[in-house]
């Protein structure tokens, strides 16, 4: 079991966890930093000061009524639908992939990818914004036609680790992949 701090593509930290269950089992678990209380109080008075204001001029009160509600609401949609504590990837040699995403509420969505389906995992690039990224990818094979691929499963969509990140789970990844 290791644990080492790598950076996404913002350049903001976060931790791979491998942990080795067997040689034909392997789970990576990629971390992303808590909610930052202090970004939450500054958006948070941001929004109350603007509306205070509002209501100084306009002698309205439901402006602040409004301004705590929009933000409690938006405070809890963030936390529940966009908030992503850690992402993790379980491969089973024999089996398949289970990948699972954790949010800061305690929701967790898991979705499991049969080894019958799986052609292969491999690191993609894509144009995001203005740079050139990467990401670990599942390529699944096409039920119709076997050689090819019949959609792409992007992995750790929420974290966007870099390269060096990436690379060392493609090689273990592979190196699982082989023995199959």
Known sequence: MENEAFTD????????DCQSHSGFC??????SP?????KV?????????????????????????????????GMMLHIHFVKV??????LIGSLGIQ????YASGREITTF??????????????????QIIYYLCVLLKDPSEPSAVSSVVPLFQSSKPRLNCLEKVYKSCQEILSKC
């Open 85 to 90: 504590d850690h992402e993790s990837l379980l």
């Open 34 to 38: 808590k909610v930052s209380i202090g």
């Open 26 to 31: 392997r789970e990576f678990t990629v971390s």
């Open 41 to 73: 109080m500054v958006y948070t008075c941001c929004v109350w000061l603007l509306a205070y204001t509002i209501f100084f001029f306009t002698d309205n009160t439901a402006v602040l009524s409004s301004a705590i509600i929009v933000t409690l609401v």
């Open 99 to 102: 990948l699972s995403s954790s």
């Open 9 to 16: 593509i913002s350049g903001r930290a976060i931790s791979l």
């Open 113 to 130: 990818i049969e080894m019958s389906k799986i052609k292969d995992i491999v690191i993609n690039e894509a144009i995001y914004m203005h």
